[in-house]
T-cell receptor
């Protein structure tokens, strides 16, 4: 079965360190998204990609970057981790075509920045 | 710009009772509306979506939602809840020209008590 996976599932890091969160999907979807989930804010879009070599900033992109070198992967990098980036991060993917296509979510990565 | 407001952050209810989770949206263009559910320590999964046509939409696990354009609402209902329905529920909106980007509400935690 197709799936979307994230690693690690839990990560503790220190302020100022660079951190990369992995996202891998086997749906062969062109669209991929990164969200952060914080209490009271729901999910907020960090970055998204519509295909290989395409990346775009979302609502809360400051301090984050992504790269898309193949269809399956969209790693999220925190260049210099800050305590404000402690959150749960979700990756999602969807098929190209219609705006209402379902997004499929990974299980999430819980990141703590000390 | 679009926005979604979920009026209740938590909804406690007894098992077998009916429940309604409220969602209001703001958009200047036509919309597609979604409800996602997040079970503990899992990613989000789609419950149902409204695209057009009939304003009453049926989803998985006995849930349904009604689109009300005049009140800009998309409330989620279930006539009889089970313990297993305990989860976080998110309302989300997109539009035909939004490139499948979703705007989420803050979430409602449904707590079903025995």
């Amino acid at each position: 079965d197709a799936e979307i996976t994230q690693s690690p599932r839990h990560k503790i890091t220190e302020t100022g360190r660079q951190v990369t969160l992995a996202c891998h999907q086997t749906w062969n979807h062109n669209n991929m998204f990164w969200y952060r989930q914080d209490l009271g804010h729901g999910l907020r879009l960090i970055h998204y990609s519509y295909g290989v070599q395409d990346t775009n900033k979302g609502e809360v992109s400051d301090g984050y970057s992504v790269s898309r070198s193949n269809t399956e992967d969209l790693p999220l990098t925190l260049e210099s981790a800050a305590s404000s980036q402690t959150s749960v991060y979700f990756c999602a993917s969807s098929a190209t075509g219609e705006a209402y296509n379902e997004q499929f979510f990974g299980p999430g990565t819980r990141l703590t920045v000390l | 710009a679009q926005s979604v407001t979920q009026l209740d952050s938590q909804v406690p209810v007894f098992e077998e009772a009916p429940v309604e989770l409220r969602c209001n949206y703001s958009s200047s263009v036509s919309v597609y509306l979604f409800w996602y559910v997040q079970y503990p320590n899992q990613g989000l999964q789609l419950l149902l979506k409204y695209l057009s046509g009939s304003t009453l939409v049926k989803g998985i696990n006995g849930f349904e939602a009604e689109f009300n354009k005049s009140q800009t609402s998309f409330h989620l209902r279930k006539p009889s809840v089970h313990i297993s329905d305990t989860a976080e529920y998110f309302c989300a909106v997109t539009s035909p020209n939004a490139g499948n980007m979703l705007t989420f509400g803050g979430g409602t935690r449904l707590m079903v008590k025995p």
